[in-house]
């Protein structure tokens, strides 16, 4: 857990008490994600057959925008040094690079603005803006950004908020490297 977010939690609009995810619940999660992913390989797939048959016909085949396109690399944003040192570590045992670290949301969006990641693993009790707000910004500026939420303290409640605004995966700290190894296998390899 991570020492700033337990001394200033932001207040919550109502009351949100810890809910425990029954396996039931897990599973149809995933399955969502699956689904979501399996579309994503389909679009992709279909937008090549697109894009090949354009080629084919002679007829010019639209650029995508450089703005648009996923980078290279993870963003790491944790307000925690430990966290940060512990997850660079980790990402990097698996063959990544870390293009960055930042302690905060404004931190992350000015990184943001400077590199490209493919991949953002997001915290959600930062200092000032909380990880929540700082996807929906994500969100905006870079929407083929990957963002894997990584947090203690989510709910139900907000683990749907999470999803809702565009986060690829959700993982609960203390992350096990298996599920992080799965996580950034399946984000970082869509192209």
């Known amino acids: 857990m991570d020492e700033q977010a337990t001394e200033n939690p932001p207040a919550p609009a109502e009351p949100e008490l810890p809910v425990q995810v029954s396996q039931e619940d897990a599973q149809g999660l995933l399955a969502a994600l699956s689904e979501s992913y399996e579309e994503i390989k ?69 990184l943001l603005a400077k590199t490209n990641p493919r991949v953002v693993i997001l915290d959600y009790l930062l200092p000032g803006m909380s990880g929540l707000e700082c996807l929906q910004l994500i969100r905006h500026q870079r929407p083929n950004v990957r963002v894997i939420v990584c947090s203690a303290e989510l709910t139900a409640k907000t683990s749907k908020a999470f999803l809702a605004a565009g986060a690829n995966d959700i993982l609960v700290k203390p992350v096990q490297q298996h599920s992080l190894e799965q996580s950034l296998r399946r984000w970082m390899e869509i192209r």
Request: net charge negative; aromatic share 2%.
């Open 42 to 110: 389909r679009l992709k797939s279909d937008n090549a057959a697109l894009r090949e048959s354009l080629a084919s016909a002679g007829q010019a085949v639209p650029a995508a925008a450089s703005a648009e396109s996923p980078g290279d690399g993870v963003l790491i944003v944790d307000d925690s040094k430990l966290l940060q040192i512990r997850m660079r570590h980790s990402v990097e045992a698996l063959g990544y690079d870390v293009i960055g670290l930042a302690d905060s949301a404004e931190a992350a969006l000015q």
